[in-house]
């Protein structure tokens, strides 16, 4: 209890020994260490930004410098090639995958058809 009246009367005896001059200096030293302090966080935010867009430019290069030259072990350059054809021949290569996978379904389930296992336990019975 001792310790917080000590602590009470300082502060009291600092506060009531102020005068003006001591009251404007304190004024200018917090407003001044307020208004570098927020000159300073902008211009470090400002130089963080620039080395971050420098980066993003240096990896951009790299990125690009590796796509002027292909591959040729990577699945993307075979498919990007896809022997020179044009859309409308690889529209049409596709279409024609699609009727002949749907055609090998149909004969199939005809084969299957044909060797039932039901059709073969009618025969035996016969």
Sequence with gaps: MELLDNAYHTLYASIASLDAQRIIRLIIVVGGYALLRNLAQRHLAKRQ????????????AEQKLEDL?????????????????????RQRVKRQEKMLEERIEEL???????????DIADLLED
């Design 49 to 60: 930004l620039d080395r971050k867009v420098r980066e993003g430019e240096a990896v951009k």
């Design 108 to 118: 199939q389930k005809y084969q299957g058809n044909l060797d039932d296992d039901q």
């Design 69 to 89: 030259v292909d591959d040729p072990k990577s699945a993307k350059a075979a498919d990007s090639n896809a022997f020179g054809w044009g859309n409308k021949t």
